[in-house]
C-alpha cells in the first residue's frame, strides 16, 4: 500500500480512537461510590440519639453519602460488626455509655481495621466526639454572673465529668469574690449542711453539675430546702427540660448539642476515611434561659423531638 | 529537505499538502477561537438564565404557598362574628378549618387584651400580659387590619404543653364587645417545615440550594440553618445585603457561585438561589470537552484526507515525472499510461507522441550513422594497402630483372584479379566463390613473396559459393595472421586454413593459424579496441558485418597462446542485402 494512503488510514484509525475513547472516557464519568457510614447505637431511643443522627445525616448528605443505623448486638458485637463490614460499611459511630461494650467495639474495629468513631464519649487515642465538659462549668458561671449573684453552690459528683465540670466552673470563679461550696452529700440529703445551708440563705445560686445532681436541687427546691432566691442551674435533666425553664424551676439549662455531635462525629470520620488521624473533638454546649429558649437557635437542643 | 527545496522548490505534492493543512487548520482555529467560545458563552448564559428560572419557580411556589396562607387566615378572620363573644357558632368552624390544612398547627383569636377567645390548640400557658408582650399581636394592632404580619421561625410557647417550630402569622380584626368596637388579633401559626420544603427540596445543579432572609437580612429558612447556628456552616450574606433583586457572584470555600435573588411578594422576603457555577456550566464544559475531541478528530481526518488528496491529485504527475526521468536517462522505449485527470492525460498523449517521433527521429540518425559508417569502412577496407602494393610490385620488378617472367605474370594477374574483385563494381556485397577468389589471389602474391613462410589451405563447400558475403572479410583476416606469423614466427613455417560452410541458417568462414596466437588478456580486447591501435583489420571486418547484418553477427577469435588462433566469421545465409 503506498504511503499516502496508509498515512490516511491511520489519521481515520485516529480520529476514530480520538471520538471513541474521548466519549468513553466523558460517558465513564460516573459519579463517586457512595459510602455508607454506621451509627451503631447502645440505645433504641431518646431524643438524644435522634439529634445525633440528624446531625450525622446532615453531614452525610453534604458529602453524598448514607448513613445507617444499626442497634449494637450486646451479646456478639464481633459478629455484628464484621457482618457490617461485609456489607460494605466504610466506617462506624459508635454511642453508648457502656464502657465494657465499648471496648469490645472498639477491639473488634481495630482487628477489622475499620475506623471508628466514638459519640458523646472521651477517651485518648481514640477518635471521639463529646460535650466540652469544661465549658459547661463555665457556662454555668457565666449565668451565675449575669444573675449578679456572688456565692455559688456545686452540686458534684466523683464522675470524671462532673470533675471537667467543675474545674471549668472554679476556673471561670478564679479571681471572683464569691464564696463557693463544693456538696456531694446530696443524694437522698433531708437537710442542708452547715455551709450550703449559710450560703443558700444568702441567696446562693445552685449549680447542679450533673442530670442527678439536677434532680436533687430540684428535689431540694420542691422540699422548701432551697428557696425561690435560688437560682438552680442544671445540666441534663432529662426530658422535663423545657418546662423546668417555663416554669421557671431552673434559671439556665447547660445542655449537650448531639445534633452537632452528630456532624461533627460523621466529619471526623469522613476525614479518618482519608487518611486523617483519629482526633478528639469537643462541642460547645448550650446555655438555654427563658430568654432563648424558643429562639431558633435552641430550637434542635431545646426541643429534639421537633421536627 | 532544506537544501532540496532551495534547490528544485517545493513539490507540488508539498505545496498542496501544506495548503489544504493550512486551509483546515484556519478553519479549526477560527472555530476553536470564535465559535466555540462565542457558544460557550451562549451556553453560560443559558444556563445562569436557566438557574434564574428554576429561582424564580421556587419564589412563585412560596408566593402560592403564602397566598394560599394568607387566604386561609382571611377567611379565618372572615369567620369572626360581629360579637364574638356572645356568639360562639365561630369556634367549630375555626376548629375545621384548622383540622383542614395540616401546615396549620394552631388558630386563635385574642381580643384587644390579649385575653384568648378562641384557639384550636387548647389552653394557653401564657396569659392576657404575656400575649401583649408578644410581636405577632402588637405589630397587628399597629397595622391595624391593613397588613398581615409575618414572625420569624420560633417555637410557640404559649400553649401549655404543645410546643411547634412556627411562622406566625397574625392580623388585626374588630369586632363588637359590650356596644362598642373593639380590635382583636387573629393568630395563626404555620409549621415551619411546611415552609422550609418549599425551599430545602429546590435543587440548583448537584449541590446549590435556595435560602430565605427576612427584610433584616436574618436568616428565615437555609438546608443548613441548624449548621449555621451550631457554628458547623457559614453563609455568605453579605454578599446579597445590598442588593433587593438580581444576580450577583461571590466565591466560598474556593467555589465561584453566581447569586440569584427574587422577592417573595407577600412577606417581603427574600429568596436567594445559590448555584455553583462549575455544576450549572457543566453543559458548557461538556460542549468544549466535545468540540475539543471533533476537532482533534478533525484535525486527524484533514491530515490524512489532504495526504490523501495531494497523492491524488499529484500521483499522475509523478507518474509522468517517473517516466519523464526514465527519458532523461536514455530510456526511449517509455510509454505513458494514459490516466489521471484530463489535463494530465493530454500531457500524457503529448509526451507519447513527442516520445515516438523521438524514437523516429533517433532511428532515423543510428541508421543513416550506420550507413556513413558502412561506407567509411567499405571505403577504407577498399583501399590497397600501399605498402602491399609497392612490395608487390617491387616482386614484379625484381622477378622481371631475373628473368622469372612467368612468375611475374601470374603474380600480375593475381593482382589484376584481386584489384577487380576488390572493386567489384562499387558492391559491397559479393558471392562467397568471389570472396574465395580474391583470397585466394592475394594468397597467391603473398606465397610468391614469402615463398615457404607459410602454405595456406582454402577450402569452401561447395554449397556456400553461391551465397552472398560482404566483400573482402577473408583477406584482411589471412593478412593479419600472415603478419603475425612472419613478425613472430622465429624462422618456421606457418599453416593457414580457410573455409567456407553452412551451418543452419549461418553462412560460416573460418581462418585458422598455428602461430604464435594471441594471450588471452590482449584476445578480449581486440574487437573492443577503439581505432588507430593495432587489429584494424578485424574490427573493421566485424564491423561491416555487424551494421549490415546486426550486432548478433560478426567476428569471434579463439586463441591460446603458442597453439594458434581460430578466427570465425559467421553471417546469415541469403540476406538480401543493400549494395
Not at chain 2, 622481371?400 to 593475381?414: D, H, K, L, N
Amino acid at each position: 500500500m503506498k504511503r499516502p494512503v496508509i498515512i490516511s488510514v491511520l489519521c481515520l484509525i485516529a480520529s476514530l480512537a480520538v471520538m471513541f475513547f474521548g466519549f468513553r472516557g466523558s460517558q465513564a464519568k460516573t459519579p463517586a461510590k457512595t459510602k455508607t457510614i454506621t451509627l451503631l447505637t447502645q440505645e433504641d431511643t431518646g431524643s438524644f440519639l435522634l439529634q445525633l443522627r440528624y446531625g450525622a445525616e446532615a453531614a452525610a448528605a453534604e458529602v453524598g453519602d448514607k448513613l445507617s443505623i444499626s442497634t449494637l448486638n450486646r451479646d456478639d458485637p464481633a459478629t455484628q460488626i464484621a457482618a457490617l463490614q461485609a456489607d460494605g460499611i466504610a466506617a462506624i459511630l459508635l454511642y453508648g455509655s457502656d464502657d465494657a461494650l465499648t471496648r469490645q467495639v472498639k477491639a473488634v474495629c481495630k482487628e477489622l481495621r475499620l475506623p471508628l468513631t466514638l459519640l458523646d464519649r472521651e477517651e485518648v487515642g481514640s477518635a471521639c466526639v463529646a460535650t466540652d465538659e469544661t465549658l459547661a462549668g463555665t457556662l454555668a458561671v457565666q449565668r451565675v454572673q449575669t444573675l449578679g449573684v456572688t456565692d455559688v453552690v456545686f452540686l458534684t459528683d466523683n464522675s470524671l465529668m462532673a470533675a471537667k465540670r467543675l474545674r471549668g466552673a472554679t476556673d471561670a470563679l478564679e479571681g471572683s469574690l464569691a464564696d463557693v461550696e463544693i456538696w456531694d452529700g446530696w443524694t437522698n440529703a433531708t437537710a442542708l449542711p452547715e455551709k450550703v445551708q449559710k450560703l443558700t440563705a444568702r441567696g446562693a445560686c445552685v449549680i447542679a453539675l450533673t442530670g442527678d445532681a439536677t434532680l436533687a436541687a430540684l428535689r431540694l427546691q420542691a422540699n422548701g430546702l432551697l428557696n425561690a432566691a435560688n437560682a438552680i442551674i442544671g445540666m441534663d435533666p432529662g426530658s422535663d427540660r423545657v418546662s423546668l425553664v417555663e416554669n421557671g424551676q431552673v434559671s439556665a439549662l447547660i445542655l449537650p448539642a448531639p445534633y452537632t455531635m452528630g456532624y461533627r462525629g460523621y466529619r471526623l470520620a469522613e476525614t479518618m476515611l482519608h487518611g486523617g488521624k483519629a482526633e478528639s473533638v469537643t462541642v460547645e454546649p448550650k446555655l438555654i434561659t427563658l430568654t432563648n429558649l424558643y429562639s431558633p437557635e435552641n430550637v434542635k437542643v431545646a426541643f429534639p423531638l421537633l421536627q | 529537505m532544506n537544501l532540496h527545496w532551495r534547490k528544485n522548490g517545493p513539490s507540488l505534492h508539498t505545496l498542496i499538502l501544506i495548503g489544504l493543512l493550512l486551509f483546515t487548520g484556519v478553519l479549526l482555529t477560527f472555530m476553536s477561537v470564535a465559535l466555540v467560545p462565542f457558544i460557550s458563552q451562549l451556553l453560560s448564559e443559558n444556563a445562569i438564565e436557566r438557574t434564574k428560572e428554576t429561582v424564580l419557580q421556587s419564589v412563585n411556589v412560596v408566593d402560592q404557598y403564602v397566598d394560599s396562607t394568607l387566604s386561609t387566615l382571611h377567611f379565618a378572620t372572615s369567620l369572626i362574628p360581629v360579637n364574638p363573644e356572645t356568639d360562639q357558632s365561630w369556634h367549630s368552624q375555626i376548629e375545621l378549618l384548622a383540622r383542614s390544612n395540616p401546615d396549620i398547627t394552631a388558630l386563635a383569636f385574642f381580643d384587644g387584651q390579649g385575653e384568648c377567645l378562641y384557639a384550636t390548640s387548647g389552653k394557653l400557658r401564657v396569659g392576657g400580659y404575656g400575649i401583649r408582650k408578644r410581636a405577632w399581636f402588637t405589630q397587628a394592632l399597629i397595622q391595624e387590619g391593613t397588613l398581615t404580619c409575618f414572625s420569624h421561625p420560633y417555637v410557640q410557647d404559649i400553649f401549655q404543653n404543645q410546643h411547634n417550630y412556627v411562622v406566625t402569622l397574625s392580623r388585626a380584626v374588630t369586632y363588637m364587645s359590650g356596644g362598642q368596637q373593639q380590635t382583636g388579633v387573629m393568630l395563626m401559626d404555620i409549621d415551619y417545615s411546611g415552609f422550609s420544603a418549599l425551599t430545602d427540596n429546590v435543587k440548583l445543579g448537584d449541590s446549590g440550594y435556595t435560602y430565605v432572609l427576612d427584610k433584616d437580612d436574618a436568616l428565615i429558612a437555609h438546608p443548613k440553618l441548624q449548621l449555621i447556628y451550631a457554628g458547623q456552616a457559614q453563609e455568605n450574606i453579605a454578599a446579597v445585603q445590598s442588593q433587593l433583586v438580581g444576580l450577583t457572584r461571590d466565591k466560598q470555600n474556593g467555589r465561584e457561585r453566581v447569586l440569584i435573588i427574587a422577592v417573595i411578594n407577600q412577606t417581603r422576603w427574600r429568596m436567594v438561589g445559590v448555584a455553583y457555577i462549575d455544576e450549572i456550566l457543566q453543559s458548557q464544559i461538556a460542549f468544549i470537552r466535545i468540540m475539543s475531541l471533533v476537532l482533534l478528530a478533525a484535525a486527524f481526518i484533514a491530515l490524512g484526507a489532504a495526504t490523501l488528496m495531494a497523492y491524488w491529485v499529484t500521483r499522475p504527475i509523478t507518474h509522468l515525472e517517473h517516466k519523464m526521468r526514465k527519458v532523461e536517462e536514455g530510456d526511449l522505449n517509455v510509454t505513458i499510461t494514459e490516466r489521471g485527470f484530463s489535463e494530465i492525460r493530454s500531457v500524457g498523449t503529448a509526451f507519447n507522441h513527442m516520445l515516438t517521433r523521438i524514437r523516429e527521429l533517433m532511428g532515423q540518425i543510428v541508421h543513416e550513422q550506420e550507413m556513413k559508417r558502412l561506407y567509411e569502412l567499405n571505403a577504407l577496407q577498399a583501399q590497397i594497402n600501399p605498402h602491399f602494393l609497392y612490395n608487390t610490385l617491387d616482386s614484379i620488378i625484381w622477378m622481371e630483372e631475373r628473368g622469372r617472367s612467368r612468375e611475374a605474370i601470374i603474380m600480375v594477374s593475381a593482382l589484376a584479379k584481386l584489384f577487380r574483385i576488390s572493386i567489384s563494381k562499387g558492391k559491397s556485397v559479393i558471392s562467397v566463390a568471389e570472396e574465395i577468389e580474391h583470397v585466394r589471389n592475394y594468397v597467391i602474391i603473398q606465397k610468391m613473396r614469402f615463398q615457404d613462410k607459410f602454405d595456406c589451405d582454402i577450402q569452401a563447400d561447395p554449397e556456400t559459393l553461391k551465397e552472398r558475403t560482404v566483400k573482402l572479410v577473408l583477406q584482411p583476416l589471412v593478412e593479419n595472421a600472415l603478419n603475425h606469423a612472419i613478425d613472430e614466427a622465429d624462422g618456421a613455417s606457418i599453416h593457414i586454413s580457410v573455409r567456407a560452410s553452412v551451418e543452419g541458417d549461418e553462412l560460416r568462414f573460418t581462418v585458422e593459424d598455428d602461430g604464435v596466437g594471441i594471450a588471452e588478456e590482449q584476445l578480449d580486447g581486440i574487437l573492443a579496441r577503439p581505432t588507430g591501435t593495432g587489429g584494424i583489420g578485424l574490427r573493421n571486418v566485424n564491423e561491416r558485418i555487424q551494421l549490415t547484418f546486426g550486432r548478433q553477427y560478426g567476428l569471434t577469435i579463439d586463441s591460446e597462446e603458442g597453439r594458434g588462433t581460430l578466427v570465425t566469421i559467421r553471417m546469415p545465409r541469403g540476406k538480401e542485402v543493400e549494395p
